[in-house]
Each structure stands twice: as C-alpha cells, then as structure tokens.
C-alpha cells in the first residue's frame, strides 16, 4: 500500500522557520521525482519545489526561491522541505506528493 505522510507543519512567528518531512512507504522512493505542493485557505493548489530522483536537480518557484530547500533521503525514504523566512502568505496546506500518489497534507500557518 503506497503511502506519503507529511509531518512538520506547525504555527510559527514571520520570520520563522520550519521543516517538513514526508515519509515515503510502499513503492521504490529512489526511483521516482517528487514534488512539493500547498494550498492556501480559499485558494487553488500551488506548485512549490520538486526534485530528481537522487536529489541532483532541484527546481523552485518563483515566492519561495531562497527561502525553501527541498531535499530527500533515498535511504530513509523520505522528502524534506526546509523553510526559511517564513512569510505570512506561506500561510497553507502542504503537501508532498510523487507523479501518482499524494500525501494527506501537513498545515503551516505563519502569524504572529
């Protein structure tokens, strides 16, 4: 049974920072890209961060540039996304997710 689980998201302060996990079960982790994705309250899904199958090649977007790390660990099946700087429009769901399965989503919710 595949399964993508996602832990991390808590309140924090503007400013702050946070990292995510998604923990990886049921299918090869090491063969497949995966993505990062959240959804903001009211709105749309929204591309964050993806990357290669052995973490080589990384892409973000546009708002989170040089503030969001994405990294994994092949060997503990699992996808991380460090945030930095955190803003309040990084306010949302979180979610990881591979090209056919997703996560349950982990929320993040920047205030002061």
């Known amino acids: 049974q595949v399964q993508l689980v996602e832990s991390g998201g808590d309140l924090v302060q503007p400013g702050g920072s946070l990292r995510l996990s998604c923990a990886a079960s049921?299918?090869?982790?090491?063969?497949?890209?995966m993505y990062w994705v959240r959804q903001a309250p009211g709105k749309g899904l929204e591309w964050v961060s993806a990357?290669?199958?052995?973490?080589?090649?990384?892409g973000y977007a546009d708002y989170v540039k040089g503030r969001f790390t994405i990294s994994r660990d092949n060997a503990k099946n699992t996808l991380y996304l460090q945030m930095t700087s955190l803003k309040s429009e990084d306010t949302a769901v979180y979610y990881c997710?591979?090209?056919?399965?997703w996560g349950q989503g982990t929320q993040v919710t920047v205030s002061s």
């Open positions: 990357i290669d199958t052995v973490g080589g090649s990384t």
């Open positions: 049921g299918f090869t982790f090491s063969s497949v890209r």
């Open positions: 997710h591979s090209k056919r399965d």
